[in-house]
C-alpha cells in the first residue's frame, strides 16, 4: 500500500519531500557508491529542487552530489533552453547550484527534431547506465508529479503505453518493450518523450508530488478509485505497493 504524507502547504511540502529525498539519496549511495535520480517535470517540483540545492537549507550540503545521476522522467519536444524545457528547469533551480559533474546529468535530448528519435537516443542511455553500473534497476529514485487527469510524466489518459504492460511499436521498431517512447498529447497538441510505465515501475522508489485543489480528484482517484488505468493512468502504480511515497498538501488531499 503507498504511503501518503500529508503537508500544511505548498512550502511544507517541498521540505517534506526535500528530506525525504535526501535521505534516499544518501542510502543509495551507501547502498551501491551511487545515485540513479529520474526528476519530475512541471511547476510542482521546482520548490523542491530549489531546496535541495539551497545552501541555507539542510539538505544541499548532506547530498554526496560526485555520486548522484540525474535523469527525467519526460520531456516536452523542445530544446534546452527553451521556457516549457524539463531539463531547463532543472538546470536553473538545481543543476546550476550543485556541485554535480556535468556527465552525471542525463538529459532527454529533445531538441532532435523528431521525438520519436529523442526516445530511441534516450532508450540508449538508459540502457548504457544501467550496464555500465551493473544495476538490477534503473533508478534508485523516480519522482513523479501528477496532472489533474492523473497523467504521470507523459501518460495520459487513454495513451497506447497504458494497454497490457509489454510491447509498444510507436517507431515502427518491431514489438519489443520499450523504456523511452514518443507519445502524441492529444489534450496539448505536443509530442512529448516519457518513460514507460515499465521503466517507471523499475524504480527502487517513487515520490508523487501534489499540490492544490484541481489536483483533489485526480489524487482520490489514484488511491482510492476502483481500477480503471486507462482513465487514470496514476493507478499504475498501485503496482509497486509500498515503493511508492506521496507527498501531497492538505489542498490536494482533500476528497481522501
Ligand atoms: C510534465 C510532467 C507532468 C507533470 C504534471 C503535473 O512534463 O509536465 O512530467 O507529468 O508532473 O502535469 O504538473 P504540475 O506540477 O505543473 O502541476
Do not use: C
Not at 527534431?113 to 542511455?125: K, Q, V
Not at 486507462?230 to 489542498?251: I, N, S
Amino acid at each position: 500500500m503507498a504511503q501518503l504524507t500529508v503537508a500544511d502547504d505548498e512550502v511544507q511540502l517541498a521540505r517534506l519531500a526535500a528530506e525525504r529525498v535526501t535521505e534516499l539519496i544518501v542510502q543509495a549511495v551507501d547502498t551501491r557508491g551511487h545515485a540513479f535520480v529520474a526528476l519530475a517535470g512541471g511547476n510542482t517540483p521546482r520548490r523542491l529542487y530549489l531546496n535541495l540545492a539551497d545552501p541555507q537549507q539542510p539538505w544541499r550540503d548532506r547530498i554526496p552530489w560526485s555520486q548522484v545521476h540525474l535523469f527525467w522522467g519526460d520531456e516536452r519536444h523542445v530544446p534546452p533552453d527553451h521556457r516549457d524545457s524539463n531539463y531547463g528547469m532543472a538546470k536553473a533551480s538545481i543543476i546550476d547550484n550543485v556541485p554535480i559533474p556535468a556527465d552525471h546529468v542525463h538529459r532527454i535530448h529533445a531538441e532532435l527534431p523528431d521525438a520519436r528519435e529523442a526516445a530511441l537516443a534516450y532508450e540508449r542511455t538508459l540502457a548504457s547506465a544501467v550496464s555500465g553500473f551493473s544495476r538490477t534497476t534503473q533508478f534508485d529514485l523516480m519522482l513523479l508529479g501528477l496532472g489533474e487527469d492523473a497523467h504521470i510524466a507523459s501518460i495520459f489518459p487513454g495513451s497506447e503505453l497504458l494497454a497490457d504492460a509489454g510491447p509498444t511499436a510507436d517507431v515502427g521498431r518491431p514489438l519489443t518493450r520499450r523504456r523511452v517512447a514518443a507519445v502524441w498529447a492529444p489534450p496539448l497538441g505536443v509530442w512529448r518523450i516519457t518513460l514507460t510505465p515499465e521503466v517507471i515501475l523499475d524504480s527502487e522508489r517513487i515520490l508523487v508530488l501534489v499540490a492544490g485543489s484541481k489536483k483533489a480528484t485526480a489524487v482520490r482517484a489514484a488511491l482510492e478509485e476502483p481500477l480503471d488505468v486507462r482513465t487514470w493512468p496514476a493507478q499504475l502504480l498501485r503496482v509497486a505497493g509500498d515503493r511508492v511515497e506521496w507527498f501531497g498538501d492538505r489542498a490536494a488531499a482533500a476528497r481522501l
